[in-house]
């Protein structure tokens, strides 16, 4: 049974450009969440997705907007990139936003 | 204001115990604790939760005393592997599902 799976691993970016990263949930789950972490800090929600709509999110500007489709999977779209946008980008899922989450291995994003 | 207050770093050997502690003042009554690992370069992965009193599955165990404004996740024979930053969070439900919000997490590390 594969876990949570996102794409692509690693990523390079200019600022200014628009970036979109992919996350396949786990197996039966519904709820799909994103996260940014910055080096050296805890991973900061950024929203989730269940039902194919944005059900909660977290202290991210518009630039940051995403999607789930019929097959729970979800993308992550960040437009007008900026250097403060390098970060490893989660993705978590769960079955109906139960406590216990699967996060995969995330996306590592460079914005130069 | 914080929700959650953890050591930023600890230190153990081999085949000791580890308790790591937790102190959660504000938590209120539908909250749950719950405990997060995360190795560098990768997604935090549950490790275990609870309400009140004591949980213990195969990882770890988890005491929560009766005034819930702390918990301790005890890790039992550490090893090597075990060093990665470990993440307190509390939190209910909010709005039908579960958002977990970390802090910046308590780095263990194990020296041989």
């Known amino acids: 049974d594969a876990g949570v799976t996102q794409s692509p691993t690693h990523l390079i970016k200019t600022r200014g450009q628009q970036v979109t990263l992919r996350c396949s949930p786990k197996s039966g789950h519904d709820t799909v969440s994103w996260y940014q972490q910055a080096l050296g800090q805890g991973p900061q929600f950024i929203f989730q997705y269940y039902e194919e709509e944005e059900r909660q999110r977290g202290n991210f500007p518009d630039r940051f907007s995403g999607h789930q489709y019929p097959n729970y999977s979800s993308e992550l779209n960040v437009n007008a990139l900026l250097l403060g946008d390098s970060a490893l980008y989660l993705c978590?899922?769960?079955?109906?936003?139960?406590?216990?989450?699967?996060f995969g291995p995330g996306t590592r994003l460079t914005v130069t | 204001l914080a929700k959650t207050t953890q050591p930023i770093s600890m230190d153990s050997y081999e085949g000791q115990e580890v308790n790591i502690t937790c102190s959660h003042n504000n938590i209120a009554t539908n909250d749950y604790i719950t405990w997060y690992q995360q190795f560098p370069s990768q997604g935090p992965r549950f490790i275990i939760q609870?309400?009140?009193t004591k949980v213990t599955n195969e990882v770890a165990s988890l005491f929560i005393p009766a005034d819930r404004k702390s918990s301790t996740l005890s890790l039992p024979r550490v090893s090597l592997s075990d060093t990665a930053v470990y993440y307190c969070?509390?939190?209910?439900?909010?709005?039908?599902?579960?958002?977990?919000?970390f802090g910046r997490g308590t780095s263990l590390i194990v020296h041989p």
């Open positions: 978590a899922s769960s079955f109906q936003g139960n406590y216990e989450q699967y």
């Open positions: 969070l509390v939190g209910d439900k909010t709005g039908g599902s579960y958002i977990p919000t």
């Open positions: 609870g309400y009140k």
